[in-house]
């Protein structure tokens, strides 16, 4: 059928032609956002989910909500070398101007208290200090977020802007994609400032969307964090779910599905989103016509797999060193095609080696976010099939 037609888009944070399946999260969010309107107390968000689970678009949907109501939105992407100082100053500076307050001598006062944020870099950060133009033309606060002190700091400016935006009858929401790579100090400092401000009843809340042991990361810097945020876990599509994700786009060009090709793409795809628009973007282009049938999706289903294995999965097994392949190729034979959380002494009588030597590969792999810790002694992939990608792509 006609490419150019086409309506599936597999890419990382595109959101799809139709977002199946996410509608629980959508409703919780759009009664966050009420009960906070309101004056009511409320938590905090964090979703986790594997890679390809849609987290990243789920969260870009989050923030169309919170802009449909008037908010002020900014959102960031974490890095584990990076401070936050910066990122979240320019974050904030994005959600003040959408706020649109009409008193500019408070704008004003606030955008100070960003830009002081923002200057008071570590010895390690002073290099950047040339670096960042925010277009803020006051002059940054003395004495309001620049302690120096990344808890303090965050507090008053987040506080800063909450007052601002309840000056309005609006809030403020800051998106953090990829939290677990949020630095340790700034992680604690994220958890201080959502606990003050839930405790002043501020109209701000933080968005957080990471891998599943996000929630680890964050309990290991505040115990109270597992009382702070609310955790969402994204997973895959259900059938009735991703049978609408393919069926609505096509349905929109006069094309439909036969039951049997339906059945054939949920298995290949396995209810992953991000597999579902692959998988059904190849078998578009390779039909001749509509009906699509389970033909189709047999001609189909090798080169998207070869698709995969390149842009998906070779791409990030080419970011690991011999000794981090060695390691995964050994999880994947023991955790078999699914994936499964497999124990590192397992892994280690694998290779016949002694866990601690294996530790430096095990915690890269952690830092470069292709496995996590699925729970004390145990280990997984983040991105779903991996595993059956190592099985058939043997070193």
Not at 258 to 278: I, K, N, R, S, T
Request: with cysteine; net charge negative.
């Amino acid at each position: 059928m006609d490419p150019v037609r086409n309506p599936y888009a597999p890419g990382a944070g595109q959101r799809p032609p139709e977002l199946a399946g996410r509608d629980d999260e959508l409703s919780a969010f759009d009664v966050v956002l009420e009960r906070i309107a309101r004056g009511r107390p409320e938590r905090s968000l964090v979703l986790t989910g594997l890679r390809g689970v849609g987290k990243t678009v789920l969260l870009n949907q989050l923030r169309s909500a919170a802009i449909s109501r008037g908010w002020g939105t900014g959102k960031i992407e974490a890095r584990p070398d990076q401070s936050l100082r910066r990122p979240v100053s320019s974050a904030l500076h994005m959600a003040l101007r959408e706020l649109r307050h009409p008193d500019q001598e408070s704008m004003d006062a606030v955008l100070g208290t960003v830009k002081a944020f923002a200057q008071r870099l570590t010895p390690a950060d002073a290099k950047l200090r040339d670096r960042w133009q925010p277009g803020i033309d006051v002059p940054a606060t003395t004495g309001r977020a620049d302690s120096g002190d990344m808890e303090i700091d965050l507090v008053e400016l987040l506080s800063d802007a909450a007052g601002l935006a309840a000056d309005v009858g609006r809030g403020v929401a800051l998106f953090i994609d990829e939290m677990q790579d949020v630095q340790a100090t700034d992680v604690s400092a994220i958890c201080a400032a959502c606990h003050e401000l839930s405790q002043q009843g501020a109209p701000l809340i933080v968005v957080g969307a990471g891998l599943p042991h996000l929630p680890a990361v964050l309990s290991a810097s505040k115990s109270y964090s597992e009382r702070l945020f609310r955790y969402l876990r994204i997973d895959r599509l259900d059938r009735p779910a991703a049978d609408r994700a393919l069926l609505a786009p096509a349905e929109r060009e006069d094309v439909t599905f036969e039951p049997e090709a339906l059945d054939a793409l949920y298995a290949a795809a396995d209810g992953y989103p991000y597999f579902v628009q692959a998988y059904g973007k190849v078998t578009w282009d390779v039909a001749a016509a509509s009906p699509i049938t389970a033909g189709d999706v047999a001609m189909a289903a090798p080169v998207a797999e070869a698709e995969l294995a390149v842009g998906f999965f070779g791409s990030r097994y080419d970011r690991a060193t011999p000794a981090e392949r060695e390691y995964m190729h050994a999880m994947a034979e023991l955790g078999g095609p699914t994936g499964a959380p497999v124990a590192t002494s397992e892994v280690a009588a694998t290779l016949a080696r002694k866990p601690a030597s294996l530790s430096p590969a095990r915690d890269s792999l952690i830092k470069k976010g292709l496995v996590y810790s699925a729970e004390r002694g145990q280990i997984a992939f983040t991105v779903p099939h991996f595993g059956r990608y190592l099985l058939r792509h043997p070193d």
